[in-house]
């Protein structure tokens, strides 16, 4: 069997993974149902799929984040903990325990990783990355946490900026503390 393989990332309205100026965390949208479905969302055994890049973002953030930063939310900290793969060229080891690196192509890391694994494949953020295995049809699931804010100007990271055509078919949808959308959808390459 073949493990799940879900790109799960957050966005504005417009299609942006963050933004600069004063938006905090989670554009400052968040609140209880988001972040006790978040955690309930990786209480399950899974494994996490990261790329070098937002790998590294993690580990600065956590390093220059508080107790009580947004980074630290609980679910954050269920993520981090998780078993992970790092999907790198440049990155020599981890000092954390229950992360291997992989070497190579991210397609054929994944690949291998979905007939390999016991259990689900997760990836949060990574975005080019995420692109890439979408193409290659690798990605089962696109969790996609819409927030209720347009970010025009400050805007940064495009999510699907450069991504294939692709037609979506939803398989969940949820409200969370009144308007943020959850959708889930699975993935097929336009033709």
Sequence with gaps: MTAIYTFDVFTSLDGFGGAGGDWT????KQG??????????????????FGANTYRLFVQM??????????????????????????SSTLGTSDRPDVTIAKGDAVDVVAQLKKD??????SHG??????????????????????????GKTGLDPIFH?????????IE???????I????YHPTLHP
């Design 173 to 179: 949808s949820r409200t969370l503390d009144g308007n």
């Design 25 to 28: 965390g989670y554009w400052g």
């Design 32 to 49: 209880p149902e988001l972040l006790g479905h978040r955690l309930a969302s990786y209480e399950g055994e899974q494994r996490m799929v």
């Design 126 to 151: 990574s975005l080019s990355m995420n692109r890439a295995l979408m193409a290659a049809g690798l990605v089962d699931r696109v969790q996609v946490t819409l927030f209720p804010v347009i970010t």
């Design 62 to 87: 956590l390093a220059e984040s508080s107790e009580d930063s947004d980074v630290r939310d609980p679910w954050v900290t269920r993520m981090w903990n998780l078993p992970t793969t790092v999907v």
């Design 181 to 184: 959308q959850e959708l889930v």
């Design 117 to 122: 694994s016991d259990v689900p494949l997760r």
């Design 162 to 170: 450069g991504a294939e055509d692709f037609d979506l078919e939803l």
